[in-house]
């Protein structure tokens, strides 16, 4: 398995990371209001926690999230999510580390999986299957979960990558391909996107909702997660 995988920046997909370059440039220079900026930033966090967890499952609404009781399971794994994501911004920018990994998957995973199995590696086998019960692909075994993610960390925090969304959306492409958790790879995998647009300086001031866009093109998420690892451009280009 190569970390990182193998990827072709076609014209498109370099249109198109100009583009973002050109949103990231607009938004960081918009003057906002601080509470105005805060309450807007507040919203978009939670829609993305909200959205987030809609891809795993969870049927809850924009409209429906501040109504339902907060003892209910589905508004608490929304807000665990959204916990993790508040622990994101409020850390200190650098290098990350896989204490980081196993720390978003024990603040988002809170509630919904035994104690001892929050934050730690997988010890057994697994298998990805699709909505027909299919096993589609088989990680690696557990015994490799560990380096391999030692590897991802080091990748995303060496300076060869020198385009942040590229080494984001690649370190989002292989945390899946690993699934180093028994549960909950694709909200720590999402999380860990957030993370490295935090630390390469493209949070966009907590006012995109990225989490949102994946789930309005769900189909396209999962097709890309599915692809082949000799090539993943067409992955890249569905979020540049």
Do not use: C
């Not at 929304?78 to 980081?100: F, G, H, Q, T």
């Not at 560990?146 to 590897?151: G, Q």
């Not at 699934?179 to 909950?184: A, I, S, T």
Request: without cysteine; proline residues 7%; charged residues 25%.
């Amino acid at each position: 398995m190569l970390i990182p995988p193998k990827y072709t920046l076609t014209p498109n997909i370099v249109e198109l990371l100009q583009s973002i370059e050109a949103s990231r440039e607009i938004i960081e220079s918009l003057t906002i209001a601080p509470e105005v900026e805060l309450n807007i930033r507040r919203q978009s966090t939670l829609r993305s926690s909200l959205f987030s967890a809609r891809i795993e499952g969870n049927d809850l609404t924009l409209d429906e999230i501040s109504g339902t009781p907060s003892k209910n399971q589905k508004k608490a794994e929304v807000y665990s999510i959204l916990k993790a994501m508040n622990w994101i911004r409020e850390k200190r920018k650098k290098d990350i580390v896989p204490a980081d990994i196993l720390t978003l998957h024990a603040i988002a995973m809170d509630g919904l999986l035994p104690k001892d199995t929050l934050g730690r590696w997988r010890k057994n086998m697994e298998a990805i299957f699709n909505s027909s019960g299919i096993a589609i692909y088989m990680p690696p075994p557990p015994r490799q979960v560990e380096p391999m993610m030692n590897k991802l960390v080091k990748y995303i925090n060496a300076p060869k990558e020198r385009l942040t969304p590229v080494r984001a959306m690649l370190a989002h492409f292989t945390f899946e391909k690993v699934h180093p958790f028994l549960d909950g790879n694709g909200r720590v995998g999402r999380l860990l996107i957030q993370k490295v647009l935090h630390q390469g300086g493209y949070e966009m001031k907590g006012i995109v909702s990225l989490e949102e866009y994946l789930d309005n093109h769900r189909s396209e998420y999962y097709r890309a997660l599915e692809e082949p690892e000799k090539d993943v451009t067409d992955y890249t280009n569905l979020y540049a």
